[in-house]
């Protein structure tokens, strides 16, 4: 009977003393919860592991081998990369091919009308990009492209969309559902084969950490669902995609409405550039200043008649590079559309208008040294003929955040004004 006895003991006693031991599991639950994502992360190495290795793979597949590599003044690193590595190439309709020449520009595009009359010593046209004060030059043969840092991708939102706009459902002209909000003007009542237009660079204050400012050029095809080709360049300013608030020269693409094709610069096998002056992606200086000296860039986008290619030039005859037509649907045989102007991502921060700011940060009734402006507006016709943009149709989403004027005159052709502050009295 006693040995019955000392078997049961001993168990009862180890279980007792398992139990004072052990924290209640109401208490370890509370403790998990408190701690949050901090906890989570510290018991779960492995998720932290496979991201490191995400970013590395994501780096090398970006990043490409260098002959040079030139260090900007503004942080950046402009690596000079032979321009068959670039990543268009890592296209399977691009091996083995070679860059192709730039096609014939398109009639009376050197015709540019005069800035402003008097106040013409006033505008300066912006070819210079940061890293050019270093002096130094990337070799012919090779392309310059602003490298992607472990900063730029741990700033994403998502590995998987880095360098894409966040997909937009409902995509219309204005959007006025999707928080972009826009102050465009544009064109839709011919076939359109490339657009020009000179605008004025700013560095507009950005409200929110996922927000940005641009303003450029839309050559647009398809309807406004999920079959959407746009071509988009100009300038932007995005913290979180640069990891700073300067302006910077970029460009974008789609063909199914930002949903999984197209990206910013060469983030994904797209664009192909050819020059190896301008870096895509990189600073432009200087910028305009309120009451003070305005610096303007000139853009130019058109389909080569041959090829069927797009094709980029900003400034004088700076012909930056292509899309190649394979990319596109609608686009492979014209635009219907072409947007000039402003847009801006507002996230509503705290619940109320963002304070981010479009163009100059000014409303266009400033007028002249103190509101962003495009001049000169012109597309290209069926022809390969730069005409003026007739019937130019404004609008802005929202008027009381950002607003457009227009106008037409001997110097400037057809303009506008556009911009604004963002969160105001009339923008709450």
């Known amino acids: 009977m006693a040995s019955c006895s000392s078997f049961y003991f001993v168990p009862l006693l180890l279980l007792l003393m398992l139990l ?6 109401t208490a370890a639950l509370a403790s998990s919860e408190s701690s949050g994502n901090a906890t989570a992360g510290t018991l779960r190495p492995g998720k932290e592991l496979l991201k490191h290795k995400r970013i590395r793979a994501l780096l090398t597949k970006l990043n490409k081998p260098a002959l040079k590599t030139i260090q900007s003044p503004d942080g ?17 309709k691009l091996r083995g091919q070679k860059i192709l020449d730039p096609p014939e520009r398109p009639k009376n595009c050197n015709f540019t009308l005069g800035s402003r009359g008097s106040g013409s010593s006033r505008v300066g046209e912006v070819v210079v990009q940061a890293w ?5 030059a990337c070799p012919e043969g090779t392309v310059p492209i602003r490298r992607t840092t472990e900063k730029d991708l741990l700033r994403a939102s998502s590995l998987r969309r880095y360098g894409r706009k966040p997909v937009r459902r409902g995509v219309r002209r204005d959007s006025t559902s999707s928080g972009h909000e826009h102050a465009v003007g544009y064109v839709n009542s011919e076939h359109y084969y490339g657009a020009k237009a000179s605008v004025n660079v700013w560095s507009p204050r950005i409200g929110g950490p996922s927000e940005f400012s641009l303003s450029q050029i839309w050559v647009i095809s398809g309807s406004f669902g999920n079959d959407l080709n746009t071509i988009e360049a100009g300038w932007q300013v995005s913290p979180e995609l640069y990891g700073d608030s300067n302006p910077r020269f970029f460009t974008y693409w789609t063909t199914d409405a930002y949903q999984e094709t197209g990206c910013y610069n060469h983030n994904c096998r797209g664009f192909l550039q050819t020059t190896n002056k301008i870096a895509v992606g990189a600073a432009i200086t200087p910028e305009s200043v309120y009451n003070g000296r305005q610096f303007d860039i000139t853009l130019m986008l058109w389909k080569d008649p041959k090829h069927g290619h797009w094709w980029l030039e900003l400034g004088p005859g700076l012909v930056v590079g292509y899309w190649p037509s394979y990319l596109f649907t609608h686009l492979a045989r014209h635009a219907n559309m072409v947007q000039f102007g402003g847009e801006v991502v507002n996230t509503r921060p705290s619940g109320s208008h963002t304070a981010t700011q479009m163009g100059s ?11 962003a402006y495009f001049r000169n507006l012109q597309v290209v016709d069926w022809d390969n003929n730069l005409i003026p943009a007739a019937n130019l149709k404004l609008l802005a989403d929202h008027p ?3 607003d457009i004027q227009g106008g037409s005159n001997s110097y400037w052709g057809s303009y506008f004004y556009y911009g604004g502050p963002g969160r105001n009295v009339k923008c709450p």
């Open 76 to 92: 950046d690193i402009i690596d000079c990369v032979p321009s068959h590595l670039q990543p268009a190439f890592d296209h399977p």
């Open 400 to 402: 009381g955040c950002y």
């Open 132 to 136: 050019h004060a270093t002096g130094e």
């Open 361 to 371: 940060g000014h409303f266009p009734r400033e007028g002249f040294d103190r509101a």
């Open 20 to 25: 004072l031991a052990s924290p209640p599991v």
